[in-house]
């Protein structure tokens, strides 16, 4: 058999119809030949985007942005990095989540219906852990000095929490702007006995949030004192004094 071909055959930028001829002489030396044409496709160029929001746990957006000249892309390998691998058939857009958080290698190779495959377009990945919210509630609050105050338990398991950053509502609406805080372990002043629902968001340098809610009930009116005395007081006489103190709402203790 006697091969021609009239060019170097393959997925190229070299795009068109090649004729491929093919001559046969058998052993007493008749001659045959056929000639057929060979369609040469592109190789498509791959790529693909990621969305903003890398946090453990939450939905990533890939997005392929391939493109190719000639032929069309028919398939598309996602390689996530986590073990989880995708072939499907549509250019539409994959989510995909992760856990636990670390550094993940996301990769795509793409198709053509004319069997073009491309080689494998990586890219890294940081993937960030979310913070976890968290405080501890003051204990009892005596009005009108007393004030109620928060300490922020808020961790990140990377060890960072120097990078986080705190928005927290105190369920005083009456307070006005200072109803809220971007301190770290911020004191409010209550002027009711409440309940209040405390509100802490916590967020990471990367923009991973969490949020944690308590509700205060500790905080308390000021005992009323007062007494009673008799009326008239002798000398070298007993005098008695009465409480009349008032615990608005609690017990008096002493």
Do not use: M
């Not at 790529?47 to 942005?65: H, L, N, P, Q, R």
């Not at 058939?89 to 994959?94: E, F, G, I, T």
């Not at 005083?172 to 770290?184: R, V, W």
């Amino acid at each position: 058999w006697f091969v021609n071909f009239y060019t170097s055959l393959g997925c190229s930028a070299a795009t068109g119809s090649y004729p491929v001829k093919l001559t046969s002489i058998n052993d007493i030396g008749c001659l045959a030949d056929t000639t057929i044409l060979v369609a040469i496709s592109t190789v498509p160029q791959v790529a693909f985007g990621i969305s903003d929001t890398i946090c453990a746990g939450k939905t990533i957006v890939f997005s392929d942005s391939s493109s190719n000249v000639v032929g069309n892309i028919v398939k598309w390998y996602w390689d996530y990095g986590d073990g989880v691998k995708d072939t499907v058939l549509s250019k539409a857009n994959r989510s995909h989540s992760y856990s636990p958080w670390g550094s993940k290698t996301a990769s795509l190779k793409v198709e053509t219906n004319t069997g073009c495959k491309t080689a494998v377009n990586s890219k890294n990945i940081i993937i960030h852990p979310i913070p976890v919210a968290g405080f501890i509630l003051p204990g009892g609050i005596c009005l009108p000095a007393d004030s109620a105050r928060f300490t922020n338990a808020s961790s990140l398991a990377d060890g960072n929490e120097s990078t986080l950053r705190y928005w927290w509502t105190f369920g005083d609406a009456p307070s006005g702007i200072n109803n809220e805080s971007s301190i770290k372990n911020p004191a409010h002043y209550y002027n009711s006995t409440g309940p209040f629902s405390i509100h802490l968001t916590t967020t990471s340098a990367a923009g991973c949030v969490h949020d944690s809610t308590q509700v205060i009930s500790n905080v308390y009116l000021p005992a009323s004192a007062n007494f009673t005395v008799n009326a008239e007081n002798c000398l070298k006489d007993t005098s008695f004094f009465t409480s009349t103190s008032n615990g608005n709402g609690n017990a008096i203790a002493n």
